[in-house]
């Protein structure tokens, strides 16, 4: 399985890997169709978010839509309704995506 994973990045460069990654989390995103939570990042519904981890899978970790993980939703959650985000320009190096287009 290394093996086939290390064939894997070696022969499709990482821009497309990076673009095959996101189509499949869009792929997945039409089984967890559904009411139960809440992405504050995207504002789309799921009947739970995806399980992420190369190692360790975290469960109810990764928004299908918008790929946010739980970290990128607190930090939205406290940068939406914070004073900081009207009051000062915030310079965040290597900014999650979806938090950079807001
Ligand atoms: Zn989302």
Redesign the pocket.
């Known amino acids: 399985m290394k093996s086939l994973k290390k064939t894997y990045q070696q022969t499709i460069p990482q821009n497309i890997r990076a673009k095959m990654h996101v189509f499949f989390f869009k792929i997945r995103a039409v089984f967890v169709i559904g009411n139960k939570v809440e992405?504050n990042?995207?504002n789309?519904n799921f009947s739970r978010f995806l399980d992420f981890g190369d190692y360790k899978k975290r469960k109810n970790a990764i928004?299908p839509?918008?790929l946010?993980l739980e970290r990128t939703r607190m930090l939205w959650l406290f940068l939406k309704d914070s004073k900081y985000l009207k009051e000062k320009t915030i310079l965040q190096f290597a900014p999650f995506k979806?938090i950079e287009k807001k």
């Open positions: 992405c990042c995207c789309s928004c839509n918008c946010s979806v």
